[in-house]
């Protein structure tokens, strides 16, 4: 399914109406917003394991403090190898500048790129480019680079399959008991032979060989991918990647049956369980035997089909039994054990299991049974204030003649190219340069909305962003331009102390009566009056120290004064 994703910020930036009527105050101004020291962080090549921090510096080059809202660093996908160091919400001084931290640690040899975006008050997002390459040690998988669903697939078929050795199956059973499972030699430090059968955990020691072995402890060898449904002949049938000591009883329950959830166990032992046809190894060995099938599939194909069969999940629906390995691969991960393993087997048959080296391969192959091609994914986000909920009301103002503005951001949060269109519901002249963009994964684009009145307004509308196989994103706008009015009505109204401690006098000089309304800086109404005499006392001791915006109106005009309260 294809789906939108809107990822709204949480912080709250409501625009005032208002703020387009600061440009009457030639001794206040909001500057021009924030600029960076770079429009692109990147970390050239790490390899996996490895890590490295890139500093974006932002600087406020106007004269009042800039708040920085939110610091979005988009994560989806494999892009989670980004992070965000300390907090992401700060205020920035006038002439002042701060450090946003980014680290970068690969886990996939791929090319990454993503998107940072700073969130403003009044001024909207700001996008930084953030990119990497994540690398391999070594060469063995070099020719996996940024590879990704059927063409990994196939790189990795290719790479297993070439230099590889067939020991044939008595030689490989006697590795196979001898060195590579035997837990004298491989890591577990036992004083003697011994080897634990997988699926029942038996012991069997003090053997001198492998016959003594089958014969005294009553153990056989396993094919986890069964012999009958294409493990009969070499290679396959001597790769010690899905060979395993086991229990002579367990193996012939086990047959040639699919692993899966057991719903109704008929037969268990050790923790593994058989019922319905179904087998379900016990957990020690669920992460081995999910990395030993689905290397199978890559080197050899899904024979029989034997990884499409539907077997129950731990919630007892009916799934591929390749989806189940993939959860059992992930919930039991690789242990040293296992990496001694592979590098023993790798020792004799001269490759490797992929899914223990790089367990994520898996994340970057969406199927083993069938061609692999990712589902296409067309989403957007962008930065947008939210409140209670829902995307918050961008309001927008002036006096008549002035022009303010606004950057939208948004990022291609999908998998695909996302090609948008951008309209209101009303019809309101938003003044963006272009209403068609295209935005590629992993990549920004930045609509800058430029609204002016020639005449006085009220206007309601929603701005509608819209593409192919994404819900529409809408946005509600306001817009309120107001007339100047006469003059004489700015010089004729005083405001002091300012700033000040929240108690103040307005002096009108032949302008009263008039009306009052005091905004805080998100455009929300704090308090208003009549003001019927030439000097009037006004208290605001009981909020918080910030910047409020007094707005004084009669049928002379209008007039907007900005009050810091300290």
Same mark, same amino acid.
């Given at each position: 399914?294809?789906?939108a994703?809107?990822?709204p ?12 009527l ?5 001794s ?12 692109s962080?990147?970390f ?5 394991g490895?890590s ?7 600087y ?14 988009y994560s ?6 980004f992070?965000l ?11 002042d500048?701060?450090a946003?931290?980014?680290?970068f640690?690969p886990?996939?040899?791929?090319n990454?790129n993503?998107?940072?975006?700073v969130l403003c ?5 700001y996008?930084i ?20 669903e059927?063409?990994?697939k196939?790189?990795?078929k ?10 044939g199956?008595?030689?490989g ?5 001898m ?17 634990e059968t997988?699926?029942t955990?038996r ?8 016959s ?8 056989n ?16 049938n ?14 012939s329950?086990?047959s ?18 058989y019922?319905?046809?179904i ?22 194909g899904?024979?029989?089909?034997f ?14 039994q390749?989806?189940v390995?993939r959860?059992?691969a ?9 990496s001694?393993?592979n ?28 061609? /692999?091609?990712?589902?296409? *994914?067309r =989403?957007?986000?962008? @930065?947008? +204030? ?5 995307i918050?009301k #961008?309001?927008f103002?002036?006096?008549v003649?002035?022009?303010?503005s606004y ?11 996302q090609?948008l269109?951008?309209?209101?519901s009303n ?12 935005v590629n ?6 609509i800058?909305?430029?609204?002016s ?10 701005i509608v962003?819209?593409?192919f196989?994404i819900?529409s ?5 306001q ?9 004489s009505?700015?010089?004729?109204v005083?405001l002091?102390?300012n ?12 302008a009263?009566?008039?009306?009052m309304?005091?905004?805080? /800086?998100?455009g929300?109404? *704090?308090k =208003?009056?009549v003001? @019927?005499? +030439?000097?009037?006392e006004?208290?605001l001791?009981? #909020?918080y120290?910030g ?5 004084i ?10 009050y810091?309260?300290?």
């Amino acid at each position: 399914m294809l789906t939108a994703v809107i990822l709204p910020t949480i912080m709250c930036v409501n625009r005032s109406v208002l703020f387009g009527l600061l440009g009457l105050i030639s001794s206040f101004s909001f500057g021009q917003g924030l600029e960076f020291s770079t429009t692109s962080l990147d970390f050239g090549s790490l390899q996996k394991g490895q890590s490295d921090s890139l500093q974006l510096t932002c600087y406020n080059r106007g004269e009042s403090p800039i708040q920085v809202l939110d610091v979005n660093l988009y994560s989806q996908s494999l892009n989670k190898d980004f992070k965000l160091i300390a907090d992401t919400a700060f205020t920035l001084a006038a002439d002042d500048s701060a450090a946003i931290w980014v680290k970068f640690k690969p886990v996939h040899n791929i090319n990454y790129n993503t998107e940072l975006v700073v969130l403003c008050e009044y001024y909207g997002a700001y996008s930084i480019d953030v990119k990497g390459i994540g690398t391999y040690p070594g060469t063995y998988y070099s020719s996996t680079q940024n590879l990704s669903e059927q063409a990994l697939k196939d790189a990795l078929k290719t790479k297993l399959n070439t230099g590889a050795i067939a020991l044939g199956y008595n030689t490989g059973r006697d590795w196979l008991y001898m060195t590579i499972d035997n837990q004298q030699f491989n890591g577990e430090g036992a004083s003697q032979n011994r080897i634990e059968t997988a699926y029942t955990g038996r012991v069997v020691e003090g053997y001198v060989n492998r016959s003594a072995a089958q014969t005294n402890g009553n153990v056989n060898t396993e094919h986890t991918w069964p012999q009958s449904l294409g493990a009969s002949s070499d290679p396959a049938n001597s790769d010690l990647f899905h060979l395993y000591v086991v229990d002579a009883s367990a193996n012939s329950v086990r047959s040639n049956n699919p692993f899966g959830h057991v719903l109704s166990a008929t037969w268990q032992n050790g923790g593994s369980l058989y019922g319905g046809g179904i087998f379900e190894p016990r957990d020690a060995q669920k992460g081995k035997t999910a990395r030993s099938m689905l290397y199978f599939a890559t080197r050899y194909g899904n024979s029989s089909n034997f990884l499409s069969v539907q077997v129950p999940n731990a919630n007892g629906q009916f799934v591929t039994q390749e989806q189940v390995l993939r959860q059992w691969a992930a919930q039991f991960p690789v242990n040293t054990i296992d990496s001694i393993r592979n590098e023993k087997i790798f020792g004799l048959q001269k490759n490797r299991n992929p899914y223990i080296d790089h367990p994520e391969f898996l994340e970057r192959i969406t199927t083993l049974s069938t061609n /692999s091609v990712a589902a296409t *994914v067309r =989403s957007i986000s962008v @930065n947008l +204030p939210e409140q209670n909920g829902s995307i918050a009301k #961008l309001s927008f103002g002036g006096t008549v003649g002035d022009t303010v503005s606004y950057n939208l951001v948004i990022t291609s949060a999908g998998n695909a190219a996302q090609n948008l269109t951008l309209s209101t519901s009303n019809g309101a002249n938003l003044g963006w340069a272009q209403s068609a963009v295209s935005v590629n994964p992993g990549e920004s684009v930045t609509i800058e909305l430029k609204i002016s009145r020639s005449q006085q307004v009220h206007e309601e509308d929603t701005i509608v962003i819209s593409g192919f196989g994404i819900t529409s994103l809408r946005i509600p706008v306001q817009v309120d331009f107001f007339s100047t009015g006469l003059n004489s009505l700015v010089k004729e109204v005083t405001l002091y102390p300012n700033p000040g401690q929240g108690v103040f006098q307005i002096a009108l000089e032949n302008a009263y009566p008039a009306e009052m309304e005091i905004f805080d /800086s998100r455009g929300v109404k *704090v308090k =208003s009056a009549v003001l @019927n005499t +030439p000097l009037n006392e006004i208290r605001l001791s009981e #909020l918080y120290a910030g910047v409020y915006f007094v707005r004084i109106w009669n049928e002379h005009g209008n007039v907007l004064i900005p009050y810091v309260l300290k």
